[in-house]
């Protein structure tokens, strides 16, 4: 009776005790749901923003043009919109992955990659034949090039050793004339008359006729290379682990961006610092993951995503330097300059020369008037790309002040 009488006498606060304990559970386990919650970061859209704070002069890297204007490619996403209150951090943006996409390709909205690819079947069996038949080289590098500018191409070529493959994009339809150098005998050559870069890229070096090269890089004409050795260049991207990468500017010619400019105290620089206001984010273009269109590199995986993203009908390649970010991962880390192999961008006006005087415009006129509408288009259609992947997934669209 004794013992039955204690366990009695114990029962109630035992049961007391029991339901403290839930309770405490129960409110520990809500805070800390919260605190898990807040932590997670807002699923939001990698978009462009346009800091009215940007202004400078764009230089058209093939025409020399220079004008005025906002640069409105200042990329960012819409987590970043109270800049003010708290400090952006890349990995706060949920990542894209598309396992279904083209090889390579997979970090990319599918809604970007353009279905029906063209190519220029003729000319296109010529450029995989020969590329074939010299395998034995490791690297690509590529110039879009018009016979007024072969004083210029014969001293870059030649910074090149033999380890790398030659292949010239002619613009003006002279590629017989090249015949006087002898480096240009085996250099692969092609010709449709008053293209561009991009277009020749799009169309003859898709990432599986290019494969055999380690690395591509796809240059101006305008560039002087005085400073600069292919072979320590190499060097240095794969001792930095660079996958897109550019050699520096000289800091007194053709410089746009405080990214692209040489520093004379290091090997290689992957962020800077530009004015107030003109980076969401310090892991963000155009502070970091960030190079010019005008002498970029690609390695052989980059190029095969970047290949996927450039559009058919988008010629000119504005607003491309603010996406190569999309195709390596950390950007931050995998995209920068060269510092110590560094290259003049001399500003040639040929791209320009190349256009059509319409309604009383200069040629250039025409030219930079295409630039800027598909720099907008490009851009509209990468925001609308992403919006549709996550939207395919379920997820609301944050709002956002905007595009």
């Given at each position: 009776m004794?013992?039955?009488?204690?366990?009695?006498?114990?029962?109630?606060?035992?049961?007391?005790?029991?339901?403290?304990?839930?309770?405490?559970?129960?409110?520990?386990g809500?805070?800390?749901?919260?605190?898990?919650?807040?932590?997670?970061?807002?699923?939001?859209?990698?978009?462009?923003h346009?800091?009215?704070?940007?202004?400078s002069?764009?230089?058209?890297?093939?025409?020399?043009?220079?004008?005025?204007?906002?640069?409105?490619?200042a990329?960012?996403?819409?987590?970043?919109?109270?800049?003010?209150?708290?400090?952006?951090?890349?990995?706060?943006?949920?990542?894209?992955?598309?396992?279904?996409?083209?090889?390579?390709?997979?970090?990319?909205?599918?809604?970007?990659?353009?279905?029906?690819?063209i190519?220029?079947?003729?000319?296109?069996?010529?450029?995989?034949?020969?590329?074939?038949?010299?395998?034995?080289?490791?690297?690509?590098?590529?110039?879009?090039?018009?016979?007024d500018?072969?004083?210029?191409?014969?001293?870059?070529?030649?910074?090149?050793?033999?380890?790398?493959?030659?292949?010239?994009?002619?613009?003006?339809?002279?590629?017989?004339?090249?015949?006087?150098?002898?480096?240009?005998?085996?250099?692969i050559?092609?010709?449709?008359r008053?293209?561009?870069?991009?277009?020749?890229?799009?169309?003859?070096?898709?990432?599986?006729?290019?494969a055999?090269?380690?690395?591509?890089?796809?240059?101006?004409e305008?560039?002087?290379?005085?400073?600069?050795?292919?072979e320590?260049?190499?060097?240095?991207?794969?001792k930095?682990?660079?996958?897109?990468?550019?050699?520096?500017?000289?800091?007194?010619?053709?410089?746009?961006?405080?990214?692209?400019?040489?520093?004379?105290?290091?090997?290689?620089?992957?962020?800077?610092?530009?004015?107030?206001?003109?980076?969401?984010?310090?892991?963000?273009?155009?502070?970091?993951?960030?190079?010019?269109?005008?002498?970029?590199?690609?390695?052989?995986?980059?190029?095969?995503?970047?290949?996927?993203?450039?559009?058919?009908?988008?010629?000119?390649?504005?607003?491309?330097?603010?996406?190569?970010?999309?195709?390596?991962?950390?950007?931050?880390?995998?995209?920068?300059?060269?510092?110590?192999?560094?290259?003049?961008?001399?500003?040639v006006?040929?791209?320009?020369?190349?256009?059509?005087?319409?309604?009383?415009k200069?040629?250039?006129?025409?030219?930079?008037?295409?630039?800027?509408?598909?720099?907008?288009?490009?851009?509209?259609?990468?925001?609308?790309?992403?919006?549709?992947?996550?939207?395919?997934?379920?997820?609301?669209?944050?709002?956002?002040?905007?595009?």
């Amino acid at each position: 009776m004794a013992k039955f009488g204690t366990g009695g006498r114990s029962a109630l606060p035992r049961k007391s005790n029991e339901n403290m304990r839930l309770i405490i559970s129960t409110v520990i386990g809500i805070v800390l749901g919260y605190l898990i919650g807040i932590s997670f970061p807002t699923v939001s859209i990698t978009k462009l923003h346009f800091p009215s704070s940007i202004i400078s002069y764009i230089e058209d890297r093939n025409s020399g043009i220079t004008t005025q204007t906002l640069l409105n490619h200042a990329w960012t996403s819409a987590n970043n919109q109270n800049r003010n209150n708290a400090t952006s951090n890349t990995t706060d943006t949920l990542k894209i992955y598309v396992p279904t996409n083209p090889r390579g390709a997979e970090r990319l909205p599918p809604g970007i990659i353009v279905q029906n690819q063209i190519f220029i079947c003729a000319d296109y069996g010529v450029t995989q034949m020969r590329l074939d038949l010299i395998t034995q080289q490791k690297y690509l590098v590529t110039f879009t090039v018009g016979y007024d500018q072969k004083k210029n191409i014969d001293a870059a070529v030649k910074k090149f050793s033999e380890n790398f493959a030659i292949l010239l994009f002619h613009y003006d339809g002279r590629t017989s004339e090249w015949d006087e150098f002898e480096w240009s005998k085996r250099a692969i050559h092609v010709s449709t008359r008053k293209q561009t870069k991009w277009w020749y890229a799009k169309r003859f070096l898709h990432p599986d006729i290019v494969a055999p090269y380690e690395y591509i890089f796809i240059w101006d004409e305008d560039l002087g290379v005085q400073h600069f050795d292919a072979e320590e260049y190499i060097r240095l991207v794969k001792k930095h682990g660079l996958e897109i990468s550019q050699p520096g500017l000289e800091p007194d010619k053709g410089l746009t961006w405080q990214m692209t400019k040489r520093r004379g105290d290091r090997e290689v620089h992957k962020e800077t610092e530009e004015k107030p206001g003109w980076c969401a984010d310090p892991h963000l273009p155009p502070c970091a993951a960030f190079v010019e269109i005008m002498a970029t590199v690609f390695s052989r995986d980059a190029w095969r995503c970047v290949w996927h993203m450039i559009q058919n009908d988008l010629v000119h390649g504005w607003g491309l330097d603010f996406a190569l970010r999309k195709c390596v991962e950390p950007a931050h880390e995998k995209i920068g300059v060269v510092d110590s192999q560094w290259i003049i961008h001399q500003v040639v006006p040929s791209l320009g020369n190349q256009g059509q005087s319409e309604n009383g415009k200069a040629p250039w006129e025409g030219v930079r008037e295409r630039c800027r509408k598909e720099w907008e288009m490009f851009r509209k259609r990468l925001s609308e790309a992403e919006k549709a992947y996550y939207v395919s997934k379920g997820m609301a669209r944050p709002n956002s002040t905007g595009v």
